[in-house]
């Protein structure tokens, strides 16, 4: 079951991911590293991902989180950071709610 808690500050994503980490768990960490035009969080935004697929922080403000869940467990799975891209003229983002008119690159890696 996948859960979500919205978390502004940087400072708590990181200490969420430490903490489930130093309790046995497989973490990803989800860094917007670029956006060009409307995009719904700056760089620098990030998002901590358990194995079970628990979250909390934003890299979009929720249009695209699910879909970047998916690529971090699946980053966990093969143990490789993953560069994922989204934005207006990806299919994909309109099927994960990317609308708003930019694009966003998100930097999916497992936290070791």
């Known amino acids: 079951m996948t859960s979500y808690s919205p978390l502004e500050n940087h400072d708590s994503v990181l200490e969420q991911a430490q903490a489930w980490r130093s309790a046995g768990n497989q973490v990803a960490l989800a860094t917007v590293v670029s956006t060009w035009g409307s995009a719904p969080r700056p760089a620098g935004s990030q998002l901590v991902i358990r194995e079970d697929g628990h979250f909390v922080g934003s890299v979009s403000g929720g ?3 699910g879909a970047v869940v998916t690529e971090a467990i699946a980053c966990l799975a093969a143990g490789e950071p993953k560069l994922l891209e989204y ?7 309109w099927e994960v709610g990317l609308a708003c008119g930019g694009s966003i690159r998100v930097y999916v890696e497992p936290v070791a």
């Open 63 to 65: 249009c695209i989180e």
């Open 87 to 93: 934005g207006v003229s990806n299919d994909v983002a």
